[in-house]
Nanobody
Framework: QVRLVESGGGLVQPGGSLRLSCVAS????????MSWYRQAPGKQRELVAS???????NYADSVKGRFTISRDNAENTMYLQMNNLKFEDTAVYYC???????WGQGTQVTVSS
């Protein structure tokens, strides 16, 4: 079993930036596609971005051009750089390893003026 721990969430004004991190308890990134999901109040959890083993990335249309997913295999860490944040980005953000069906506990991102 692997443990995923997110951090970096917080309160930010519209137009601001945050960088989320996801640390795995063991080395899994070299062998697994990794993803970021988010869930806003009253809404279903949705895919935000994913990164494959060979570094290919995929983004939800709503975050393209604003968010960047990356991975540091040596540090067992995945990142989500979020720029130009909008009110609608407010959600709990989760790290997910699909092949292991492993979720982190989530980190809250609140965009508010």
């Amino acid at each position: 079993q692997v443990r995923l721990v997110e951090s970096g969430g917080g309160l930010v004004q519209p137009g601001g930036s945050l960088r989320l991190s996801c640390v795995a308890s063991r080395s899994i990134f070299r062998l697994n596609t990794m993803s970021w999901y988010r869930q806003a109040p009253g809404k279903q959890r949705e895919l935000v971005a994913s990164i494959t083993v060979d570094g290919r990335t995929n983004y939800a249309d709503s975050v393209k051009g604003r968010f960047t997913i990356s991975r540091d295999n040596a540090e067992n860490t995945m990142y989500l750089q979020m720029n130009n944040l909008k009110f609608e980005d407010t959600a709990v953000y989760y790290c997910y390893a699909p092949l292991l069906n492993a979720w982190g506990q989530g980190t809250q991102v609140t965009v508010s003026s």
